[in-house]
């Protein structure tokens, strides 16, 4: 992870297995200056999905964001709002991103609780063997 600096990925492991992403970025597809920086790139391996690991990556972003002094930060997503919505996220509004609808969504991270994320993943507990790959 570059520690200093926006347009960063940090990567959440499970002993020496890469699980989970995320990336915070000064520019993504969106043309609007008063969108960024971004959290883009969520994602966690399918086989570990449900653990908690999503949103573990999220509140890493964040915290990494809020260490660098940022304060409002966005994403878009085609068909994941629930789930931001869920971690805290406020929807802003929909637009066409690359072609596709969109929903954008922000949170101002100087306002979040906790401290930098340790992103050693705890032993995933997984959810039920028909999850997995
Ligand atoms: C979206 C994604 C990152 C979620 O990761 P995950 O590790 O399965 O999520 P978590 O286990 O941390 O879930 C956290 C909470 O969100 C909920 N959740 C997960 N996916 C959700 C969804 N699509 N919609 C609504 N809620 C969702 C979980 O039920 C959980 O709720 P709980 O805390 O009440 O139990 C994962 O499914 C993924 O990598 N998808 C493919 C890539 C992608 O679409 N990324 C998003 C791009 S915008």
Do not use: Q
């Amino acid at each position: 992870m570059n520690r200093d600096h926006l347009d960063s990925c940090i990567v959440g492991w499970v002993g020496d297995e890469p699980v989970a992403c995320v990336s915070l970025l000064r520019e993504d597809f969106i043309p609007r200056p008063e969108f960024s920086p971004f959290v883009a790139s969520v994602y966690v391996v399918p086989s570990y999905r449900g653990c908690g690991y999503g949103k573990d990556v999220l509140k890493a972003a964040e915290n990494h964001a809020r260490n660098l002094g940022l304060g409002v930060v966005h994403l878009w997503t085609t068909d994941h709002r629930r789930f931001y919505e869920a971690l805290g996220w406020d929807w802003v509004e929909n637009i066409e991103v690359v072609g596709r609808r969109a929903d954008v969504l922000r949170k101002n991270v100087a306002l979040c609780k906790n401290g930098v994320a340790n992103m050693r993943l705890p032993t995933p507990v997984l959810p039920k063997a028909s999850a997995r790959g």
